[in-house]
């Protein structure tokens, strides 16, 4: 067996010995051949090209030749002697114009000489063509010409001979170089076939190697894919199936041997999907885009066996095979995921609904006992202008602060709503920290000291007071959990200190921490201590009240400002609680001055009060009435549309929610409305204190917003706007109070989007009015009504009151008023512009 193999062995390398030096022979008898073929090549080329030179002199000696007979014989014919020339004149050009003889031309002699012959047929030319008369007449001359050019002509083929005669000799030497290193390269070439053979073998060795392991890996991988809890399915470009492992079977109900060789499509594809397949696969196999193959995972639907579509998880990934390209699909049943997940989805619907559903009841509610409470706390105030006993006005004040308490409740709650459903608003202003704190420890001090106890505030380090910040938010928090260290601390001390840490060039960690002496908390409170409706405890006989909302509120609001609150407490000896906050530190901004109080006593108005509670109506009533002005009443919107058509007003109260029409379209019909009428200022009486709802009251139109419980002395300021307004004194709104007012309820953020709003509506407008005199002046009147209506939200009232003067003029055709507003429109617009 050895013998056999090492026998084997031997003769392969005989054969490749014996083959090698068939080849070597093969090349040298090339070599060699190629060589002689070659030089033979060369010569017969250049034998052609000296002979063409030589042709050039006989054809003009034939040329003369031919001159010399005309001038002999005049009645000699003058074709031949042209046609000899014609002859003479294409060899010159072909030694100037063809590519063999183009190398001729870097020799300086053959160069001039062939300049000079050209020059001698360009002179002659003319007379060739001419008419038999002229050229006898000039044969003499020619003759000259021609002796005088003879040399020039031999010198051309002296010197193209003597250049062809090196040339040769060049290429020649040229030519044997090559082949040397023709027979050097093919050494190296049988070197290197050498090499490769043996390479081929060591090769072929490890493909036979590779091929067992290939073939190794390959059943594996069948036991795979056959294990494999996807369905793995194999088709051809056609979309015939060529594999089909047994998660497949399981998954579409067919058995491999049911499936193989056929179209994959009408087996496992849903009937409504199956021009979409089909269009596919031809897209495929045109080298179309590929939707699917090589994306990854995608969700679509298959079909069972028994028709029943289901939603499955399909992959797709090509390959290219000696047969052409194949396509591998991996198949996931998905039917139990989905199910779960609808299931799940449907679960967070649910939870989502009860979430609005809580919040939209939060909302009502607010605004159901926000209705009664103004009923309740208005009738107080007009008691107190009664006269009444000590102790009735004693009752009178305790049932004012429990409305106030009930008040504070209700706003909590909803402080908590707009917090869980993402509307609680954060506004940044300059704050002053420590005016902030000293206020709040001053209004502490009185319960502090009924307890016994002390309180005070210090900053640890150096100090920062001037702040970006929310201070609702911010005297929220800390008046929370200063109120509480103070309501649970007894004969001790509550201790307030702030501290700030840079954290970049203008933001500041700043800290808050308060502490006290008093009772503590215990661990498994301290726990849950910020959630929700935790009191500490629910004993009947508990010493300090309070709904457990405190602290849960203080903390959402933390939260929403970027920061958190913590605790640490000892039962018995006290607790501290720290608000962390990132503060921009800003510069200190100088009180503006007290606004002064108007001097001018109000005068009687006539108000309209659109409410549908007839006690809140009531209260209203009374209180205009106790200071001197007359009301109308009607009980929803429809009503005051059509009242307010009618009569004159110098105010309208409006309620928001109402029968038959609510306050808001009630607002916008009015304004919508033609005349004097239409601008009278609304001013919305609502019990809901959303931000959002009171943005929404402004932009259908209103003036300002009045929240309930309805507050006296509210009441009498935007009186007294009006009475002043009516007099000429100032608007309905101070400007800068209107501004700040709508900041404050629309959110600084939300504020500069309208007045982003508001001045690319008045830059429309101004462009629109440059062409007015094409425009209807029903139409000017109409679009200037309604930026006018715009300009009054934003205070900007001498814009407003020009605006106003175009509507006037337009409704009363009056053309040259109208045009001579509209020049000087602009020029208002940029003097009230920086102010809003």
């Known amino acids: 067996m050895t013998m056999g193999v090492f026998k084997q062995k031997w003769i392969g390398k005989a054969y490749l010995v014996l083959a090698g030096f068939a080849i070597l022979g093969a090349i040298i008898f090339l070599a060699a051949t190629v060589a002689k073929?070659?030089?033979?090549?060369?010569?017969?080329?250049?034998?052609?090209?000296?002979?063409?030179?030589?042709?050039?002199?006989?054809?003009?000696?034939?040329?003369?030749?031919?001159?010399?007979?005309?001038?002999?014989?005049?009645?000699?014919?003058?074709?031949?002697?042209?046609?000899?020339?014609?002859?003479?004149?294409?060899?010159?050009?072909?030694?100037?114009?063809?590519?063999?003889?183009?190398?001729?031309?870097?020799?300086?002699?053959?160069?001039?000489?062939?300049?000079?012959?050209?020059?001698?047929?360009?002179?002659?030319?003319?007379?060739?063509?001419?008419?038999?008369?002229?050229?006898?007449?000039?044969?003499?001359?020619?003759?000259?010409?021609?002796?005088?050019?003879?040399?020039?002509v031999r010198q051309i083929a002296n010197s193209a001979l003597d250049y062809f005669a090196t040339e040769a000799d060049r290429r020649r030497q040229v030519f044997a170089t090559t082949l040397l290193q023709l027979a050097v390269l093919v050494l190296v070439l049988i070197f290197v076939l050498a090499l490769a053979i043996y390479y081929l073998r060591r090769l072929n060795l490890s493909n036979i190697k590779r091929r067992r392991e290939l073939q190794e890996s390959a059943e594996r991988m069948n036991t795979v894919i056959e294990t494999s809890l996807d369905g793995v399915i194999v088709v051809d470009c056609t979309g015939h199936i060529l594999a089909f492992n047994a998660a497949a079977e399981s998954i579409f109900g067919y058995r491999t041997e049911e499936v193989m060789g056929k179209t994959l499509g009408p087996l496992i594809v849903p009937d409504h999907l199956q021009a979409a397949h089909s269009k596919g696969m031809k897209r495929l196999r045109s080298g179309g885009e590929r939707y699917v193959v090589g994306k990854g995972?995608?969700?679509?639907?298959?079909?069972?066996?028994?028709?029943?579509?289901?939603?499955?998880?399909?992959?797709?990934?090509?390959?290219?095979?000696?047969?052409?390209?194949?396509?591998?699909?991996?198949?996931?049943?998905?039917?139990?995921?989905?199910?779960?997940?609808?299931?799940?989805?449907?679960?967070?619907?649910?939870?989502?609904?009860?979430?609005?559903?809580?919040?939209?009841?939060?909302?009502?509610?607010?605004?159901?006992?926000?209705?009664?409470?103004?009923?309740?706390?208005?009738?107080?105030?007009?008691?107190?202008?009664?006269?009444?006993s000590p102790q009735q006005q004693r009752y009178i004040r305790n049932m004012e602060t429990s409305g106030d308490l009930l008040l504070r409740h209700v706003t909590d709650v909803l402080d908590i709503s707009r917090y869980d459903v993402g509307k609680l608003a954060v506004r940044e202003v300059p704050v002053n920290i420590g005016d902030l704190v000293q206020a709040i420890v001053d209004n502490q001090t009185?319960?502090?000291?009924?307890?016994?106890?002390?309180?005070?505030?210090?900053?640890?380090?150096?100090?920062?007071?001037?702040?970006?910040?929310?201070?609702?938010?911010?005297?929220?928090?800390?008046?929370?959990?200063?109120?509480?260290?103070?309501?649970?601390?007894?004969?001790?001390?509550?201790a307030v200190s702030i501290s700030a840490k840079s954290l970049d060039a203008d933001t500041y960690e700043v800290q808050f921490a308060v502490s006290d002496t008093g009772q503590g908390i215990d661990d498994e409170l301290k726990e849950r201590i910020f959630d929700d409706f935790v009191t500490g405890t629910t004993a009947y006989d508990r010493k300090?009240?309070?709904?457990?909302?405190?602290?849960?509120?203080?903390?959402?609001?933390?939260?929403?400002?970027?920061?958190?609150?913590?605790?640490?407490?000892?039962?018995?000896?006290?607790?501290?609680?720290?608000?962390?906050?990132?503060?921009?530190?800003?510069?200190?901004?100088?009180?503006?001055?007290?606004?002064?109080?108007?001097?001018?006593?109000?005068?009687?108005?006539?108000?309209?009060?659109?409410?549908?509670?007839?006690?809140?109506?009531?209260?209203?009533?009374?209180?205009?009435?106790?200071?001197?002005?007359?009301a109308t009443e009607v009980h929803d919107g429809a009503a005051a549309v059509e009242i307010a058509a009618k009569k004159d007003f110098d105010l309208i109260l409006m309620d928001i929610s109402m029968p038959i029409m609510d306050g808001r379209a009630a607002t916008r019909a009015i304004r919508s409305g033609a005349g004097k009428r239409s601008n009278v200022p609304i001013v919305a009486l609502t019990a809901n204190a959303m931000a959002k709802e009171q943005e929404a009251f402004i932009k259908d139109g209103m003036n300002g917003v009045l929240t309930k419980p309805l507050s006296r002395r509210a009441l009498k300021d935007v009186l007294q706007r009006i009475s002043d307004e009516i007099?000429?004194?100032?608007?309905?709104?101070?400007?800068?109070?209107?501004?700040?007012?709508?900041?404050?309820?629309?959110?600084?953020?939300?504020?500069?989007?309208?007045?982003?709003?508001?001045?690319?509506?008045?830059?429309?407008?101004?462009?629109?009015?440059?062409?007015?005199?094409?425009h209807e002046l029903n139409e000017i009147a109409a679009r200037c009504h309604k930026v006018a209506g715009s300009a009054a939200v934003f205070g900007a009232t001498d814009y407003r009151a020009a605006l106003i003067d175009i509507e006037n003029a337009a409704k009363a055709d009056q053309n040259d008023k109208v045009a001579t507003v509209i020049m000087a429109l602009p020029a208002v617009w940029n003097a009230v512009k920086e102010s809003i």
């Open 37 to 152: 073929d070659l030089d033979e090549l060369e010569s017969a080329s250049s034998d052609n090209v000296q002979w063409t030179i030589s042709q050039t002199e006989v054809e003009f000696l034939e040329f003369r030749k031919q001159l010399a007979v005309v001038a002999q014989r005049p009645e000699a014919s003058l074709q031949q002697m042209r046609r000899r020339f014609d002859v003479f004149y294409s060899r010159i050009d072909t030694l100037e114009s063809a590519s063999v003889y183009l190398a001729l031309q870097t020799e300086p002699d053959y160069a001039t000489a062939l300049q000079s012959v050209r020059r001698f047929l360009d002179e002659l030319v003319p007379l060739i063509d001419s008419d038999e008369v002229v050229l006898r007449e000039n044969i003499s001359e020619m003759i000259l010409k021609a002796e005088a050019i003879r040399p020039e």
């Open 727 to 774: 007099r000429g004194n100032e608007i309905v709104m101070d400007e800068n109070e209107n501004l700040n007012d709508m900041r404050e309820i629309l959110g600084d953020e939300t504020y500069e989007q309208l007045k982003v709003q508001f001045i690319e509506e008045v830059d429309e407008l101004h462009t629109w009015l440059v062409d007015h005199p094409n």
């Open 544 to 630: 300090v009240g309070g709904t457990g909302l405190g602290l849960s509120i203080a903390r959402r609001f933390a939260t929403a400002m970027g920061g958190e609150i913590t605790v640490d407490s000892v039962v018995g000896e006290g607790s501290t609680f720290r608000v962390t906050l990132p503060l921009k530190v800003t510069d200190p901004i100088t009180a503006d001055a007290p606004k002064p109080i108007s001097q001018h006593p109000q005068i009687g108005l006539h108000v309209l009060i659109v409410e549908d509670n007839e006690i809140n109506r009531a209260v209203v009533r009374g209180m205009l009435h106790a200071d001197g002005h007359t």
């Open 446 to 494: 009185g319960m502090a000291a009924s307890n016994d106890t002390s309180i005070e505030w210090k900053w640890i380090g150096k100090p920062t007071e001037w702040v970006l910040s929310d201070p609702d938010r911010l005297q929220h928090i800390l008046m929370n959990l200063v109120g509480n260290a103070v309501k649970f601390t007894h004969d001790g001390q509550v």
């Open 297 to 388: 995972r995608v969700e679509l639907e298959g079909k069972r066996s028994n028709g029943e579509v289901f939603p499955v998880e399909l992959a797709v990934q090509a390959a290219n095979t000696e047969a052409g390209e194949i396509f591998v699909a991996f198949v996931r049943d998905i039917s139990a995921s989905v199910k779960a997940e609808k299931e799940l989805i449907s679960a967070r619907d649910q939870a989502l609904a009860a979430d609005r559903l809580k919040t939209d009841f939060l909302a009502t509610m607010s605004h159901e006992i926000r209705t009664p409470l103004n009923g309740l706390l208005g009738n107080l105030a007009l008691i107190q202008d009664t006269k009444l």
